[in-house]
């Protein structure tokens, strides 16, 4: 069965410090692997696909990376304005559906 | 340009009525999904539209819970006979042609009573 194990839950950092966001997945045929953004009451923002392992992407102080079992969001110097809750998805191939972990919490103090 | 919409953006309704919430994907998306997202919960697959194929129904949670897409756009998820469990925010998402990367919607919070 397809599963999407996401940690910490919460994380709480200093402005500045930097740390990362681990998604670890069973799947039986990755087609893609998505980051999206959640702030809260509002919809998942797109940020990241990864296809295949050793795949790395950026975006402003966040880098996604791939391995054959996990993903890691890491976030450089965040800012308070990175806080939100950050969901890990897995696309089985053959499948058109995400299935996703429950996400990190992640906040920012200034 | 305009995103994914979903209407109503709150519905609160009584136990054992029926709802029927709205999506409208981005312009040019052929495919659709549902979601729904409970209180300390992942997000949860309901349905897929793709195109002019037979919806993916895999996720229903129940014969409660039915979907339709009306001219390849404007999809309704209708849930019969609601029942306390089916509160939730309900997510919406759509995919360009030829990606897989969903956009989604900014959900609607249904509280059944």
């Known amino acids: 069965e397809d599963q999407v194990t996401q940690s910490p839950e919460a994380l709480r950092l200093q402005e500045g410090e930097s740390s990362s966001l681990n998604c670890s997945y069973t799947v039986s045929g990755l087609r893609g692997l998505f980051w999206y953004r959640q702030d809260p009451g509002k919809g998942p923002e797109f940020l990241f696909t990864l296809y295949s392992a050793g795949e790395e992407k950026e975006k402003e102080r966040l880098k996604a990376t791939l391995t054959k079992k996990e993903s890691f969001l890491h976030i450089t110097a965040p800012k308070p304005e990175d806080s939100a809750t950050y969901l890990c998805a897995v696309q089985d191939s053959g499948q058109g559906n995400l299935i996703f972990g429950k996400g990190t919490k992640l906040s920012v103090k200034p | 340009g305009a995103g994914v919409s979903q209407s109503p953006s709150n519905k609160v309704t009584e136990k054992g009525k029926d709802v029927e919430l709205r999506c409208d994907p981005i312009?040019?998306?052929?495919?659709l999904y549902w979601y729904r997202q409970s209180l300390g919960q992942g997000l949860e697959f309901l349905i897929y539209?793709?195109?002019?194929?037979?919806?993916?129904k895999s996720g229903l949670p129940s014969d409660r819970f039915s979907a339709e897409r009306t001219g390849g756009s404007v999809s309704t998820l209708t849930i019969q006979r609601t029942q306390q469990e089916d509160s939730a925010v309900y997510l919406c998402?759509?995919?360009?042609?030829?990606?897989?990367?969903?956009?989604f919607g900014p959900g609607t919070r249904l509280t059944v009573l």
């Open positions: 998402a759509s995919s360009p042609p030829g990606t897989d990367t969903q956009y």
């Open positions: 312009s040019g998306h052929t495919a």
């Open positions: 539209f793709q195109g002019n194929s037979a919806p993916d």
